[in-house]
């Protein structure tokens, strides 16, 4: 079955903190990866995907297919960074749909 | 301003009251999707079309339709057979079925009451 779990639905840090936003997922080929934020009162968007290896507004996430994991990281939480984070996997067949998580909502305190 | 358009932002209707949500798309894409966005629950596929004049039913199709009769627009309607249709909805698109990046609409929050 392919599955996207995100385990926390509320993480809260304060600011200057180191957050991780955990992913899990189940797939059974080469999975391809992407985190997508949702800031309040704006649209949900790409952030990064695994497959580029960037590091955007300073967060970087690293395939880890031993553990089938694709953490979201960033070494110091700023607040503009509080949003709906939703980490999605593309699946298999001929549509590749993607699939979310059921998202981690990240508050980042003064 | 290209994008994914949404209407309208709110929408109240009574229960038993069919309603359509509308989403349009001037980026040429020609995969287009909607998804039930509920709180703890992420985002839920409901119906998703890969071309004009065809449509799949998604996890969550049951009580809402679609058409795509042109390769901009792709409405939903919440008909009364939707158990649960107080939701927010969110429509998205990409420029075929095998590209990597959904571009999203602002999304429609329906109420029924």
């Known amino acids: 079955a392919q599955r996207v779990t995100q385990p926390e639905k509320l993480l809260s840090v304060f600011k200057g903190a180191p957050v991780e936003l955990k992913c899990n997922y189940s797939?059974?080929?080469?999975?391809?990866l992407f985190w997508y934020v949702q800031y309040s009162r704006q649209r949900l968007q790409l952030l990064l995907r695994?497959?580029s290896r960037e590091s955007i507004k300073g967060f970087t996430a690293d395939l880890n297919k031993g553990e089938t994991s694709f953490h979201l990281k960033k070494p110091f939480a700023q607040e503009e960074d509080s949003a709906m984070y939703y980490c999605?996997?593309?699946?298999?067949?001929?549509?590749?749909?993607?699939?979310f998580g059921k998202g981690t909502k990240l508050s980042v305190k003064p | 301003d290209g994008g994914i358009t949404q209407s309208p932002k709110y929408l109240f209707r009574k229960e038993g009251q069919n309603v359509t949500l509308s989403c349009e798309q001037n980026?040429?894409?020609?995969?287009m999707y909607w998804y039930r966005q509920d709180p703890g629950q992420g985002l839920r596929l409901i119906y998703y079309?890969?071309?004009?004049?065809?449509?799949q039913k998604g996890d969550i199709a049951e009580g809402y339709s679609v058409s795509r009769e042109k390769k901009e627009s792709f409405p939903l309607t919440v008909t009364s057979a939707q158990k649960n249709p107080t939701a927010f909805y969110l429509c998205?698109?990409?420029?075929?079925?095998?590209?990597?990046?959904?571009?999203f609409g602002q999304g429609t929050r329906l109420t029924v009451v």
């Open positions: 998205a698109s990409r420029v075929g079925q095998g590209a990597a990046e959904a571009f």
């Open positions: 797939y059974s080929g080469s999975p391809e």
């Open positions: 695994h497959i």
């Open positions: 999605a996997l593309r699946g298999g067949g001929s549509q590749g749909n993607l699939i």
């Open positions: 980026l040429n894409h020609d995969a």
């Open positions: 079309s890969q071309i004009v004049n065809d449509f």
